[in-house]
């Protein structure tokens, strides 16, 4: 049996789930995310849900971990929500935001200007002495981890000197360079 497919689900006070023809809704203070599901049976009992699955093919195995996670993810951003913080590292990078436009300088002849969906509030925080960051937040995991790619992939880090756009507590591989 799935180790993640089979664990239940709590859901938490102020969660609303709808569940029909293969939709899911959770509504919660934060935001409504919708997810279609197939072959796979939801219990909503209580505030506990569990998923259950016909037989153990293997694509049914993998689909009974699959929309167990996305279920999980969807409750926990409607109640809570998700943020991912991106760290600017390199002399002159910087980080300033208009609402929900992101403005980049990260060594380009120009500045990377980023129209962030609206669903995803962006906050940039600039200290003297420490390296920009950029902190998405949204009831959407899946919308903000996008989102704080396409950022990413904007300047990644490099292996030699650590410049670069990162994720906060992401540890980069460093190399040696050339030693005479």
Aim: charged share 30%; glycine share 10%; net charge positive.
């Amino acid at each position: 049996m799935s180790r993640i497919g089979k664990n239940p689900i709590t859901v938490p006070e102020g969660v609303t789930l709808e569940i029909k023809d293969n939709m899911i809704t959770a509504k919660g203070k934060l935001g409504e995310l919708t997810q279609e599901y197939s072959e796979i049976t939801i219990k909503h009992e209580g505030d506990t849900i569990t998923l259950e699955r016909a037989s153990d093919k293997k694509d049914l195995r993998a689909k009974h971990g699959l929309y167990r996670s996305l279920i999980f993810n969807m409750i926990e951003g409607v109640s809570k929500g998700w943020t991912k913080e991106l760290e600017l590292v390199g002399v002159g990078y910087r980080a300033s935001n208009q609402g929900q436009k992101l403005d980049l300088a990260v060594g380009f002849s120009h500045n990377i200007v980023l129209d962030i969906a609206p669903e995803v509030k962006v906050e940039t925080i600039s200290e003297k002495g420490k390296n920009p960051i950029v902190k998405l937040t949204s009831f959407d995991k899946q919308l903000v981890g996008q989102v704080a790619a396409k950022i990413r992939g904007f300047r990644k880090p490099e292996p030699y000197k650590g410049k670069g756009i990162k994720f906060v507590g992401e540890e980069i591989r460093r190399k040696a360079g050339k030693s005479a």
